[in-house]
């Protein structure tokens, strides 16, 4: 008989970043993944507001659909990758791609706000992003000097 998962110590050491959020956006898990990803140690992050990680000009939309999200226990972004600006401790600017999980109370009922937090498995995909980057600015010149 196989033993029972440790899912603490499962996203303790996952390779992707995993952020739990209470349903007020106060960060209650940060794991080593989020610390190499974003710069914050456990110690930075724990009961401090995401907005620690969202760049100042999306804070606005973000807290927009997270209070709608809490409120109605509906997230459009469950099954869809949701790809975002992000800022690191250092400031500088990140892409991440992530998807969402909401967690409930333990009667797991959805209705009636019992919607507790949010857990992120998120993504560092600046490199790529600024690869691809490259790339389009690259085809883009290859083209016009082709239409001459």
Known sequence: MSSPIDFEQLARVAGDAVII????GAITFWNAAA?????????????????????????????????????????????????????HKDGRALSIAFTVALLTAADGNMTG????????????????????RKLRRRLAELEAATAH
Not at 21 to 24: F, L, P, Q, R, V
Not at 115 to 132: H, L, N, P, Y
């Open 35 to 87: 610390e190499r990803i974003f710069g914050f140690t456990e110690q930075d992050a724990l009961g401090q507001s995401l907005d620690l990680i969202i760049p100042e000009r999306q804070r606005q939309r973000h807290w927009d659909g997270y209070e709608k999200t809490m409120q109605t226990g509906i997230t459009r972004y469950g099954a869809d990758v949701l790809r975002v600006p992000a800022v």
């Open 21 to 24: 959020s209470d349903a007020k």
């Open 113 to 132: 706000g019992s919607v507790t937090g949010i857990v992120a498995i998120v993504r560092d995909e600046t490199s790529r992003w600024t690869e691809e």
